[in-house]
């Protein structure tokens, strides 16, 4: 477990290895027992490179209200973890909300970013996820709850992370990257329009910024098909 100052524990797993370290952020309501990201552990294991699972404050076994929780929270409490946790440069890894908060921590990191994996990322979703009557809901009774396709319990957005989001909104204006960017996007994606990471690699300061679309993909891209794409993307980030 990683201790924040305030005493609260955030748990990780980490794999030793040669750099630079692969940090898995998971999406919103998910965590480091994901298929993704365990699938990305295991490749590290077996070719010997540097890996980084996390569950953020509130989410899988880290300790925290959910219903409390920010970008920004979540966005230091990553940071904080790389710079106890992790030496040398770092390969972010993003699945859907963790795709924005890839961003929010790479412009932190700055020289130490060796690069982006975006898995169907969803910056500013708080701006396109949601319509007038939702964000109404959410602002005057601090919560909105919808279906949750994936689970049998509906999938809250608390008032505190909206206006997180909003706080951090990211598309419309350059974001400060310059390190290689693949971004993997299915187009039979329900959740995240697949149309979000054309423009995010539009915002990317980077010139280096590459987007698959796989054309059957949804928004989970877990197929054992998506996962060796996802795998090929990381073993070219690691340099082989």
Known sequence: MFIRPDGLKLAYRKAEGAGPTFV??????SDMAGGKATAVFDWAVANGKSCLLLDYAGCGESEGDFAQQTLTG????????????VEGPVVLIGSSMGGWLMLLVGEVLGTRLAGLIGIAPAPDFTRWGFTDAQRENILTKGVHFEHN????????TYKGLYESGEANLMLDREIAIDCPVRLLHGQADADVPWKISPKLASALRSNDVRVTLIKDGDHRLSREADIALLLATVAEMAGG
Do not use: H, K, N, S
């Open 24 to 29: 898995f952020l998971p999406g919103y309501m």
């Open 74 to 85: 979540w966005r230091d409490d990553v940071l904080a973890m790389i710079d106890a946790l």
């Open 149 to 156: 396709p994936y689970g049998p319990e509906p999938t809250p």
